[in-house]
């Protein structure tokens, strides 16, 4: 069984800068792309950023592109979201996933596509 576990995250003002870690338990080929969702209150869970450790390809949804940043450790092991210029529209709690690298380059927005969730850690961003 895969575990992810999400750190970081907590408060900021808006204009801000918060890291996310999440650490994957078990890098298979079934949780070698890795990716960072994002669920307000009320709202459907979004794509935030996604990574494929192995190939070295990230990827950005539009309203983050040029400010948060997603890296990961060479084993794939560990993915961080680093996030900047932060806005209240970014409050949300954030999680990551894992998944097969063909279902993540399928369709690495879709959470359908995941296999394998972390609990989740809150971001709250103030005006």
């Known amino acids: 069984q895969v575990q992810l576990v999400e750190s970081g995250g907590g408060s900021a003002q808006a204009g801000g800068s918060l890291s996310l870690s999440c650490v994957v338990s078990a890098v298979t080929s079934s949780s070698n792309f890795l990716a960072w969702f994002r669920q307000a209150p009320g709202k459907e869970r979004e794509a935030v950023a996604a990574a494929y450790p192995g190939g070295g390809a990230t990827y950005y949804a539009p309203r983050v592109k040029g400010r948060f940043f997603v890296s990961h450790d060479n084993a794939g092991n560990t993915i961080t979201l680093q996030m900047n210029a932060l806005g209240v529209e970014d409050t949300a709690m954030y999680y990551c996933?894992?998944?097969?690298?063909?279902?993540?380059?399928?369709?690495?927005?879709?959470?359908?596509?995941?296999?394998?969730w972390g609990q989740g850690t809150q971001v709250t961003v103030s005006s």
């Open positions: 996933a894992a998944t097969s690298r063909s279902s993540g380059l399928r369709a690495w927005t879709s959470p359908s596509n995941y296999i394998y």
